[in-house]
């Protein structure tokens, strides 16, 4: 005994004979009623047992399980308040638990508040294995998104290339900068012409702040969403 189990690989299991007086176990099992195997793979031990009236066999079999591995991702790195992104749960596992919010699926829509570190979990006879996804949220408020006067943006959401349109009055004399999630400034761009063309193809996706400031000391804020 037992008869069948299942263990995690690189672990041991023991198995028991009974009923006899001499034992031979299989796979340099030994001659005690007892035998440790550690197997890679599912395996059929088998033991041979005497006694007075004669010689009797029985085997046990063994599977093997590996530790699951479990990953998660978002389809959106930043959200406005009120919006949805869809967060994916991969890897060798088959079952999937939520939190917060107990969903039990491997893609689940979520719709947050404020930026949440969501969790998913999954577990077999190895152990339980985790992953975690955050998702940044940004109150966006008193964002204009294409609404700035002498101001034009596009395509926005982008997946690089981008077209930034201003008013020939403020040619050469506005800057641009872009903030990620965190409020890092990741571009800075004097627009000196009408018509600038900029490659943002290696932001990472999500959403961005941009500022265009006057000479001045006028500021205009927009928002740009960068995706793949």
């Not at 198995?15 to 007892?34: K, P």
């Not at 550690?38 to 047992?49: C, D, I, K, R, W």
């Not at 998104?145 to 201003?166: A, C, K, M, Q, R």
């Amino acid at each position: 005994s037992p008869l069948s189990s299942t263990v995690c690989a690189a672990s041991s299991i023991t198995l028991t004979a009974s009923g006899a007086d001499t034992y031979t176990w299989s796979a340099a099992g030994g001659n005690a009623a007892s035998a440790v195997f550690t197997p890679t793979a599912m395996t059929t031990y088998t033991v041979e047992g005497t006694n007075s009236c004669g010689t009797g066999s029985t085997t046990a079999t063994i599977d093997v399980t590996s530790p699951l591995t479990i990953n998660a991702t978002t389809s959106s790195t930043m959200l406005c308040a009120g919006e949805t992104a869809t967060l994916t749960a991969s890897g060798t596992a088959s079952s999937y638990t939520w939190a917060p919010g107990g969903q039990t699926t491997a893609i689940v829509a979520v719709t947050p508040t404020t930026s949440t570190v969501y969790t998913v979990s999954s577990s077999n006879i190895c152990g339980v294995a985790t992953a975690t996804v955050t998702q940044n949220v940004s109150p966006c408020a008193g964002i204009q998104e294409l609404e700035l006067s002498n101001i034009s943006v596009y395509p926005n959401p982008s997946t690089g290339i981008v077209t930034f349109d201003i008013s020939a009055d403020l040619a050469g004399n506005v800057s641009l900068e872009m903030y990620d999630a965190i409020g890092k400034l990741v571009v800075k761009e004097n627009l000196t012409k009408e018509h600038t063309v900029l490659n943002l193809a290696k932001l990472e996706e999500g959403i961005y702040i941009f500022k265009m400031i006057k000479n001045n000391g006028d500021v205009k804020i927009g928002r740009f969403v960068k995706h793949n």
